[in-house]
């Protein structure tokens, strides 16, 4: 996946660029290079050249990754999963982190309104780099995943705009999982953080 690094890289330099450069010829330069990194993301994923440059051009400022915030929710020795909408199959409850929102009462946030169940951010139990994990599809922006252990407060399951279904499972009966959010890995790795609590953050 060379190709979608170089075109992410591009990008940045180009969002860079544009935010830094106030002169009229380094404008139109950075501009060339923003299309020449739409350019390759379209070649690589078959979406249109113009689709690509929309999602380029809505980025503003200094390039950062993005923060996905991921809750991990235990009920005895089952963990806490939400159906995505989206496709049908299997998240930790979470998403990208809210302007606003400390990381922490971003994915309590988070878990209430896709499962309907309150908690309380208790542990960082992972920092990944969603480049370096086996997620399918790739995804257009450089993404770090942060992983909280919770503490169940109260609630009932709930699904929401974004969910079809909310439920607790052992880890010998892990459904379906939506590889973009979450891999096997991952979720294998926040039952054995459950079984060590005492281990400390894993990270990349």
Partial sequence: MRWLDWARRLAAIAQN???????????????????????????GTGAEISAVEGLFSKESGYATPKVDVRGVVFQGDSLLFVREKMDGCW?????????GDSPAESVEREIFEESGYRAKAVKVLAVYDRNKHPHKPPHTHHIYKIFFLCELLGGAPKASSETTDVAFFTEDKIPEL???RITPDQVARMFEHHQNPDWPADFD
Avoid at 17 to 43: C, N, T
Wanted: net charge negative.
């Fill in 17 to 43: 660029g544009l935010a830094f450069s106030p002169g009229p010829y380094d404008k139109e330069r950075y501009e060339a290079v923003r299309r020449i990194a739409a350019e390759i993301m379209a070649a």
């Fill in 178 to 180: 939506s590889l973009g």
């Fill in 91 to 99: 998240t930790l409850p979470g998403g990208f982190a809210d302007i």
